[in-house]
């Protein structure tokens, strides 16, 4: 039989663990944004250098 104490630090390490988990996917998830944003910014601005009305219009 498993005691409370070491019930209760079992339980606090997986969550501990699970929201380690949770804030790393957290910052690729904003990581990835960034990118996406900074491409498409790129993106946007050589599409204004050559007029191309059909990226710009998005």
Known sequence: M?????????G????SASMML???YGGYLCAVRGYRYYQRQKQLKLAAENQDP?????
């Open 2 to 10: 498993v005691s409370g104490k070491r019930l209760a630090d079992i």
């Open 22 to 24: 949770l804030t790393a």
């Open 54 to 58: 059909e990226i710009i219009k998005d």
């Open 12 to 15: 606090y390490r997986a969550f």
